[in-house]
């Protein structure tokens, strides 16, 4: 590896947006930890294209919303070597119109996405300040800054994300790390194409199409990289031009 490969860390590394990314960070050097919760075989599967690629990775198990599991699996992998770039990528959907939006629909979506956030990441950030390097990017969305119907559970998670990103970033700025969101619109995956056809996209997507996963993996790599070192706390869209 060369001088400025780091340690990386994806959250559900194995999803669409997710591998694009790990397998971004793959091909720029860094060892990757490809993290899935249920499915180790995707997580695998991005593993074995990372190093086909000539890469190096691993894939890790847990779950987000579990503190003390998630903590035990991140102490082990620190004491080999502290990670110094943290993408929070894990997020879940469970769509509902507010007023018929159950208890565990709410709370679900929250879990994942805010003590998820705290979870992996409040472990990890201490080894990474005495590093004095870092990059913690936190993949958000456009529903956080533009509101979208029957998603005011995945629009107060993210939103929360977004202001934890502006909050750590201005504890951390003075260590050499840096804390930024990135925010897609509509990227072409499994679980968007089920939702968005074609007609949908061109009447809400000024560009007429969906994003790739590997254009949002292309902006996280850009973040994770010792260039973008004075960019800092800020939520940056990958939309299309749609807000």
């Not at 469970?94 to 994942?112: C, H, I, L, N, T």
């Not at 990135?182 to 809400?204: N, R």
Request: aromatic content about 4%; proline content about 2%.
């Amino acid at each position: 590896m060369n001088g400025m490969a780091k340690r990386a860390l994806v959250t559900g590394g194995s999803g669409g947006i997710g591998a694009a990314i790990c397998r971004q960070l793959g091909r720029t050097g860094h060892f990757v930890y490809v993290h899935a919760n249920r499915n180790r075989a995707a997580a695998d599967a991005v593993v074995a294209d990372i190093t086909a690629a000539g890469g190096a990775a691993e894939a890790v198990c847990f779950d987000v919303t579990d503190g003390s599991g998630t903590r035990a699996i991140l102490e082990t992998l620190i004491e080999r070597a502290p990670v110094q770039i943290l993408v929070n990528n894990a997020g879940i959907h469970e769509d509902a119109a507010f007023p018929g939006m159950s208890s565990a629909q709410w709370s679900r979506v929250v879990d994942v996405s805010i003590n998820g956030f705290y979870n992996v990441t409040q472990p990890i950030v201490l080894p990474m300040i005495r590093t004095r390097w870092g990059r913690i990017i936190n993949i958000s969305s456009v529903t956080a800054l533009a509101g979208n119907r029957g998603q005011v559970n995945y629009a107060a998670a993210k939103g929360a994300l977004n202001s934890a990103t502006r909050s750590l970033s201005l504890e951390v700025a003075s260590r050499g790390i840096t804390v930024n969101a990135v925010a897609p619109g509509i990227i072409a995956t499994d679980m968007s194409s089920a939702v968005f056809d074609a007609a949908t996209i061109a009447q809400l997507v000024p560009m007429k199409r969906a994003g790739s996963a590997d254009e949002v993996a292309s902006l996280v790599g850009y973040l994770a990289s010792a260039e973008a070192g004075y960019i800092t706390g800020q939520i940056i869209s990958i939309n299309g031009g749609m807000i």
